[in-house]
């Protein structure tokens, strides 16, 4: 069973950064492709960034050029690099590994979130 931990949340003003990092279990972020999402209140989750194992790239539209998903030179940890936040990034980040289906939301294995408030 992969298990999957998020940690970096926190509170920040807005236009400030967050690192988010997520650790895996049984060498999950070497085996598998790697993402982040996000859920605010009263919203549905919705899909912020991915990682392939070739290192290849996807972001939402809402991140774009304002955050950086990355893989640690030992593949034992995912991050999010969140730079000039807004207080519309303000949700519970989660980790999720496996899969292809990042953009439908459909990956394997979930992490139980990190909270991450932007005030303004």
């Known amino acids: 069973q992969v298990q999957l931990v998020e940690s970096g949340g926190g509170l920040v003003q807005a236009g400030g950064s967050l690192r988010l990092s997520c650790a895996g279990s049984g060498r999950a972020v070497s085996r598998y492709n790697m993402a982040w999402f996000r859920q605010a209140p009263g919203k549905e989750r919705e899909f912020v960034a991915a990682i392939t194992l070739v290192s290849g790239t996807d972001y939402a539209d809402s991140v774009k050029g304002r955050f950086a998903i990355s893989r640690d030179n030992a593949k034992t940890t995912v991050f999010l690099q969140m730079n000039s936040l807004e207080p519309e990034d303000t949700a519970v980040y989660y980790c999720?590994?496996?899969?292809?289906?990042?953009?439908?939301?459909?990956?394997?294995?979930w992490g139980k979130g990190t909270q991450v408030t932007v005030s303004s």
């Open positions: 999720a590994a496996g899969g292809t289906g990042w953009r439908r939301g459909t990956m394997a294995y």
